[in-house]
């Protein structure tokens, strides 16, 4: 089993809509998650960073950790042709600075 | 700044062939990653340095990998020999420890081998 599962679509949506996209992990001893965004031909970059549980807002986006059950979402709202890309979700091992991450989500939003 | 910045962004070789990567991090960082990126196994972590050091290379598939950083703002990645299945998109990325985790990836090489 991968520490960090995320399904990598590919999803497909029209301009507007609200956006789910979901990680699992595996060990409950993670505390930092974050989002990282990754547009076709360019290297990630980081879009969200939460630390345990709850929810985190900006802008349109809003990450949400939920520990008990291992679940980590990020929720787009009002989604636009330009967040067109593959997110992946990351966790931090310990205090290694090691990032572990899932397969990346590919998102399409239609005009 | 200018960013992680990596060198070639593209490279074709035969198999059989010595391939290396070059990456500067961002200027100040302290740590630097080495990714590897496939559709299949998506984004794997292959080595990574604090300080210039070698912290963990488990992610280095095998011998026919290897990585240096002789000082702050230069590391590299080589392969020799070069096989098909190398084929990828391999990412360096810095950060800053003790400032945050957030890891700033370059642009990346696309290493086709034939």
């Known amino acids: 089993q991968k520490e960090v599962e995320q399904d990598p679509g590919p999803l497909s949506v029209p301009e507007g809509a609200i956006v789910s996209l979901n990680c699992t992990y595996s060990n409950s001893a993670f505390q930092y998650f974050m989002w990282y965004r990754q547009y076709s031909r360019k290297g990630p970059e980081l879009l969200m960073y939460t630390y345990s549980s709850g929810n985190k807002e900006d802008g349109r986006f809003t990450a949400q950790v939920d520990k008990s059950s291992k679940y980590i979402s990020l929720f787009i709202r009002d989604s636009q042709p330009s967040d067109s890309a593959t997110y992946l979700c990351?966790?931090?091992?310990?205090?290694?600075?090691?990032?572990?991450f899932g397969q990346g989500t590919t998102l399409q939003v239609k005009p | 700044d200018a960013g992680v910045i990596q060198s070639p962004r593209h490279e074709v070789t035969e198999m059989g062939q010595e391939v290396t990567l070059r990456c500067k991090p961002i200027?100040?960082?302290?740590?630097l990653f080495w990714y590897r990126q496939t559709m299949m196994r998506g984004l794997e972590l292959l080595i990574y340095f604090n300080n210039n050091v070698p912290i963990d290379d488990s992610g280095m598939p095998e011998d026919r990998f290897s990585a240096k950083m002789p000082n702050a703002s230069f590391s590299t990645l080589k392969i020799q020999p070069s096989e098909p299945r190398d084929s990828a998109v391999y990412f360096c990325?810095?950060?800053?420890?003790?400032?945050?985790?957030?890891?700033?990836f370059g642009p990346g090489t696309r290493l086709l081998v034939l």
């Open positions: 990325a810095s950060s800053n420890r003790g400032g945050g985790e957030t890891q700033y």
């Open positions: 200027s100040g960082h302290n740590s």
């Open positions: 990351a966790t931090l091992s310990g205090n290694t600075g090691k990032l572990i």
